[in-house]
T-cell receptor, first 116, second 117 residues
Framework: NAGVTQTPKFQVLKTGQSMTLQCAQD?????MYWYRQDPGMGLRLIYY???????DKGEVPNGYNVSRLNKREFSLRLESAAPSQTSVYFC???????????????FGAGSRLTVL | AQKITQTQPGMFVQEKEAVTLDCTYD???????LFWYKQPSSGEMIFLIY??????QNATEGRYSLNFQKARKSANLVISASQLGDSAMYFC??????????????FGTGTRLTVIP
C-alpha cells in the first residue's frame, strides 16, 4: 500500500538544467497536486489536476510545467532551473476535487531540489 | 493578505500535558474547510483532523481536537496528553475555492512543537 510515490528524493541541478519530478498514486484518486515548501512560507500550490486530462495553475506556476500522464501519474517539469526553485516539492492526491467534506490530501514523502 | 496565520513559530510542552496550537483564518466564503497536518522531522505530511465550516460540533480524532470558533475565525488544534512522538511541525490549512471553481488548500507557516520529557 504505497500511497503517493515521488522520485527522486534528492536532486542537485545547475542553473539552466532541466528535470522532471515524477509522482504516482495507487489509491485510484482523481485529483493530483504539486506543492513547494519553502522555509517560513508553508506549502504553496504550483499546479493541480482535478481529473485525468485536465491541469490548472495554482499560486506559483511560473517556471514549471506539468503533465497528467494518466490517472495514476502527474509529473512536474522544470525546463530551465533557477536558484529560486530550490525547495522541497510535494506531490499530493485526493479522491475528488477539494470540495465539500473532508476530501483529504494524501502527500508523498517529498523531493528536495537544490539549484546551484 | 495571509489567509492562514499561525503566530507561534515554536512551542514547548511537557510530556503528558495538553497544548494548544493557534490558527486564525481569513475568508469571505460561507463554505470552507479547515485542516491540520503534522510534519515530523522525516518530512512527510500527515493529516490529523478536519473541520467543516458548517459543522456545529468541534472535530475530535483521538488525542487531537479542533477548537473551532467561527465568529473569531480561529481553528486551534488541541493535543491532549502530549507524547515525545508529537514533536513535529504542525500546519493549519484552509480549503478555499478559486473564482475558476477550482479548489486549493492554503497553508499557514507552521508551528514547531517540542515535547520535553
Amino acid at each position: 500500500n504505497a500511497g503517493v510515490t515521488q522520485t527522486p528524493k534528492f536532486q542537485v541541478l545547475k542553473t539552466g538544467q532541466s528535470m522532471t519530478l515524477q509522482c504516482a498514486q495507487d489509491m485510484n484518486h482523481n485529483s493530483m497536486y504539486w506543492y513547494r515548501q519553502d522555509p517560513g512560507m508553508g506549502l504553496r500550490l504550483i499546479y493541480y489536476s482535478a481529473s485525468e486530462g485536465t491541469t490548472d495553475k495554482g499560486e506559483v506556476p511560473n517556471g514549471y510545467n506539468v503533465s497528467r500522464l494518466n490517472k495514476r501519474e502527474f509529473s512536474l517539469r522544470l525546463e530551465s532551473a533557477a536558484p529560486s526553485q530550490t525547495s522541497v516539492y510535494f506531490c499530493a492526491s485526493s479522491k475528488d476535487r477539494l470540495g465539500s467534506g473532508a476530501n483529504v490530501l494524501t502527500f508523498g514523502a517529498g523531493s528536495r531540489l537544490t539549484v546551484l | 493578505a495571509q489567509k492562514i496565520t499561525q503566530t507561534q513559530p515554536g512551542m514547548f510542552v511537557q510530556e503528558k500535558e495538553a497544548v494548544t496550537l493557534d490558527c486564525t483564518y481569513d475568508t469571505s466564503d460561507q463554505s470552507y474547510g479547515l485542516f491540520w497536518y503534522k510534519q515530523p522531522s522525516s518530512g512527510e505530511m500527515i493529516f490529523l483532523i478536519y473541520q467543516g465550516s458548517y459543522d456545529e460540533q468541534n472535530a475530535t480524532e483521538g488525542r487531537y481536537s479542533l477548537n473551532f470558533q467561527k465568529a473569531r475565525k480561529s481553528a486551534n488544534l488541541v493535543i491532549s496528553a502530549s507524547q515525545l512522538g508529537d514533536s513535529a511541525m504542525y500546519f493549519c490549512a484552509m480549503r478555499e475555492v478559486y473564482q475558476t471553481g477550482a479548489n486549493n488548500l492554503f497553508f499557514g507557516t507552521g508551528t514547531r512543537l517540542t515535547v520535553i520529557p
